[in-house]
Structure formats: structure tokens, C-alpha cells
């Protein structure tokens, strides 16, 4: 007998326990890692993200908005991405890619000063272009 697409790679009916309480365990700890990529992973780090960049409160919100809404802009496309791929690439690909934004978000403000020297441009402007930058990347791939 032939094995069906739905068998691969292993034959759900074969597996020791019922395979939906896998799928409940796996998909809750999916979304508990994408927390940072969320307003309430974000809030966290309001105040030091202040301190660290000299921004105001408002500055800051409307960088995180601005990225919000850029990111929104690409999702078509990264769903478009996901259907040709699969989503076990998928998931492996946003959550290395994650990992990679917070990382570079963990020094945004050595990052702004770097950029504000090499192009001599104000510090408070390349402190929203690369927060707002990271905050696109972040939830983008959050």
C-alpha cells in the first residue's frame, strides 16, 4: 500500500499517544517564543530602550508603530513565502531570524551611535532609524 502525503514523514496514527496533544504542546511552546516579537515582549524594555537611546516616550511609540505597519505591509508576501516553503521551514527560518533581531535590538544603542558617527548624521535620528528599523524586523518575524 502506498503511503498518503498525510503520512509523511511518520504516520500519525502509529504515534504512541494521540498526536493532537502533541500539536497542543508543540503550537503553545510556538507562541510563547514569539513573545518578543509582540507588544508585551516589547513593553518590557520601554524604559531602558529610553534610557539607552534618548528617545522620548512618543518617539519611541511611533517608531514601534511605523515598524508595526512596515511589517504588516510585507506579510502577503511572506505568506505567499510560506505556502511554497512549508512551515516547518518557515518556523525554522523566522525563529533564526528572530534570534538575529534580538540579538542586533540588544545593541541598537552601540548600533546608532556606530551609524551616527559614520555618517554624521544627529544621534537622535539614527537612534529612530535603527530602532525603528529593529522594531520592523522584530515584528516581522516575531
Given at each position: 500500500?502506498?503511503?498518503?502525503?498525510?503520512?509523511?514523514?511518520?504516520?500519525?496514527?502509529?504515534?504512541?499517544?494521540?498526536?493532537?496533544?502533541?500539536?497542543?504542546?508543540?503550537?503553545?511552546?510556538?507562541?510563547?517564543?514569539?513573545?518578543?516579537?509582540?507588544?508585551?515582549?516589547?513593553?518590557?524594555?520601554?524604559?531602558?530602550?529610553?534610557?539607552?537611546?534618548?528617545?522620548?516616550?512618543?518617539?519611541?511609540?511611533m517608531a514601534?508603530?511605523?515598524?508595526?505597519?512596515?511589517?504588516?505591509?510585507?506579510?502577503?508576501?511572506?505568506?505567499?513565502?510560506?505556502?511554497?516553503?512549508?512551515?516547518?521551514?518557515?518556523?525554522?527560518?523566522?525563529?533564526?531570524?528572530?534570534a538575529l533581531?534580538?540579538?542586533?535590538?540588544?545593541?541598537?544603542?552601540?548600533?546608532?551611535?556606530?551609524?551616527?558617527?559614520?555618517?554624521?548624521?544627529?544621534?537622535?535620528?539614527?537612534?529612530?532609524?535603527?530602532?525603528?528599523?529593529?522594531?520592523?524586523a522584530l515584528?516581522?518575524?516575531?
Open positions: 500500500m502506498a503511503r498518503r502525503a498525510v503520512d509523511t514523514p511518520f504516520a500519525p496514527a502509529r504515534f504512541p499517544v494521540f498526536y493532537g496533544w502533541a500539536i497542543v504542546v508543540f503550537g503553545t511552546v510556538g507562541v510563547l517564543m514569539s513573545v518578543p516579537g509582540q507588544t508585551m515582549g516589547v513593553s518590557v524594555f520601554t524604559d531602558s530602550l529610553l534610557g539607552a537611546l534618548g528617545l522620548s516616550r512618543d518617539q519611541l511609540s514601534y508603530m511605523c515598524g508595526t505597519l512596515g511589517s504588516a505591509c510585507l506579510l502577503p508576501y511572506a505568506g505567499k513565502l510560506y505556502d511554497r516553503l512549508g512551515s516547518r521551514a518557515m518556523a525554522v527560518i523566522a525563529s533564526l531570524s528572530l533581531v534580538l540579538i542586533a535590538l540588544s545593541r541598537s544603542d552601540v548600533l546608532a551611535r556606530y551609524v551616527s558617527g559614520r555618517l554624521g548624521i544627529a544621534a537622535p535620528i539614527t537612534a529612530y532609524a535603527v530602532i525603528m528599523l529593529g522594531f520592523f515584528r516581522f518575524w516575531g
